[in-house]
Nanobody, 120 residues
């Protein structure tokens, strides 16, 4: 099972970016998909997650929107009104049951991270 994230880059304050993360491999079922971020010198924090219930970090509420395409095993993060403090490496996360496993337990998988830089 792999998660492949894309869509990061450099954007000016007030701008927008859309991140994508596609899961592939021996997927039996996906429970939660979401995004975390880690800024330099800070701990990794939840940005948004979607697993039946949608949850957002306080600092991104009203600006970021998470969505999923279950047919494509893909999660998206639309980021609007970006601020310099949104600068971080963004990681996608998913709880996936591997079809090869005899016990179909959900395990956490992480993407490789994509850098988002908000700067003028």
């Amino acid at each position: 099972v792999q998660l492949q994230a894309s869509g990061g880059g450099l954007v000016q304050p007030g701008g927008s970016l859309r991140l994508s993360c596609a899961a592939s491999g021996s997927i039996f079922s996906i429970n939660v998909m979401g995004w975390y971020r880690q800024a330099p010198g800070k701990q990794r924090e939840l940005v948004a997650s979607n697993g039946g219930v949608t949850t957002y970090g306080e600092s991104v509420k009203g600006r970021f929107t998470i969505s999923r395409d279950n047919a494509k095993n893909t999660v998206y993060l639309q980021m609007n009104s970006l601020k310099p403090e949104d600068t971080a490496v963004y990681y996608c996360n998913a709880r996936i049951a591997d079809s090869r496993a005899s016990i179909k337990a959900y395990m956490d998988y992480w993407g490789q991270g994509t850098l988002v830089t908000v700067s003028s």
